[in-house]
């Protein structure tokens, strides 16, 4: 696999754990090779929010979303300190990174430019290689701080964009409102879907 032809997908402690899986098992289906970071925080989420108890070894972890998710494409995943995963150099940079959930600790940080992980790295990474960086708040109210940030990453050419579902399609299910937030980052990632209705489309 040649990663600077792959997708970064992180996930982090925000809530919403529903809106990266969703995201992460329509990647796989249509054969996007993703490299996924998990934190630590956001295995607790995925526990609590969706009963999905990942393990913590970062192989094992990979062969159990493999099972979940299956897919044509690769999936790889990567701990918090493994520095040799290709996302952590410019010279082998996806092609894109999507944060998904992305807490406002870990948003504050790459606005910040730390590295105190593999996620804010390959962060920093997409930043100075100009890739296509997608970060997924799932927070409210925002405050100054948090507002602060956005406003920093997005005149560097981050796009926030964050878990607001549209309703003028009526939906009628839970599903249907994580698919909305899902389609608009797919959209951005210019891969291809069928997950929502668009605007202007007739029933």
Not at 15 to 32: C, F, I, N, Q
């Amino acid at each position: 696999m040649e990663a600077r032809k792959a997708i970064a997908l992180a996930f982090t402690g925000a809530s919403g754990a529903v809106y990266g899986l969703r995201l992460l098992e329509v990647l796989r289906r249509v054969g996007e090779d993703v490299l996924l970071m998990v934190s630590p925080p956001a295995r607790v989420v995925l526990a609590t929010e969706v009963e999905l108890n990942l393990p913590g070894s970062p192989k094992e972890m990979e062969t159990a979303l493999s099972r979940r998710y299956p897919g044509e494409g690769t999936l790889r995943v990567f701990g918090p300190a493994q520095w040799m995963a290709p996302v952590a150099s410019g010279s082998n940079a996806p092609r894109a990174m999507v944060v998904c959930p992305c807490s406002m600790g870990t948003l504050a940080a790459i606005a910040q430019g730390h590295s105190r992980s593999l996620l804010e790295r390959a962060a920093d990474v997409a930043i100075k290689e100009r890739r296509r960086l997608i970060l997924v708040p799932r927070e409210t109210p925002f405050s100054a701080i948090h507002l602060e940030h956005m406003l920093k990453l997005a005149r560097l050419g981050v796009t926030i964009l964050p878990a607001n579902p549209g309703f003028y399609h009526r939906p009628q299910r839970l599903e249907e409102l994580v698919d909305f937030v899902v389609a608009r980052i797919l959209d951005h990632l210019e891969v291809a879907h069928d997950l929502t209705q668009r605007w202007g489309e007739a029933d």
